[in-house]
């Protein structure tokens, strides 16, 4: 069963309140994920990141078929300038030192414990190698 712990489109400003829920609430679920992507155009409602594109239906699928209560947090990075810029504050962030995008974190006990990153987010045994770790 996958909980999703926010249906919302998380942005840099709205981030840090959903978070601090996310963590609070971590110890209820068997893996904390947080899936870090890119924004959606809105002339053509995909994503700007090719990878995200074809990373994101993968990801849902493998969390959906989980038997485990599985919690995801979905963080948007922005438009295109704003996440290359080198001084994204996702970038820069201790927890996260994000470096592209898609990129999928294990959280646990309040700390990265693994990650999936730009090109291999998509792959199914890795996913399931990640959120097997626990």
């Known amino acids: 069963m996958i909980i999703l712990?926010?249906?919302f489109y998380e942005t840099l400003s709205t981030f840090n309140t959903?978070?601090?829920k996310f963590k609070s609430e971590a110890s209820n679920n068997k893996s904390n994920l947080i899936l870090f992507l890119a924004d959606i155009e809105p002339s053509t409602n995909l994503s700007w990141c090719p990878d995200c594109v074809r990373?994101?239906?993968v990801?849902?699928?493998k969390l959906e078929s989980s038997h485990d209560d599985v919690a995801l947090l979905r963080a948007y990075v922005g438009d295109r300038p704003t996440w290359?810029?080198?001084q994204h504050p996702w970038r820069v962030d201790s927890k996260f030192?994000?470096?592209g995008v898609p990129?999928?974190?294990l959280w646990e006990n309040g700390e990265v414990k693994g990650r999936l990153e730009d090109h291999e987010a998509h792959i199914e045994r890795?996913?399931?190698a990640l959120i097997s770790t626990k």
């Open 18 to 20: 959903v978070f601090e």
């Open 97 to 99: 030192k994000l470096k």
């Open 5 to 7: 712990t926010s249906h």
């Open 126 to 128: 890795k996913i399931d």
């Open 59 to 61: 990801i849902y699928k």
């Open 103 to 105: 990129t999928l974190i």
């Open 55 to 57: 990373a994101e239906p």
């Open 84 to 86: 290359r810029n080198p």
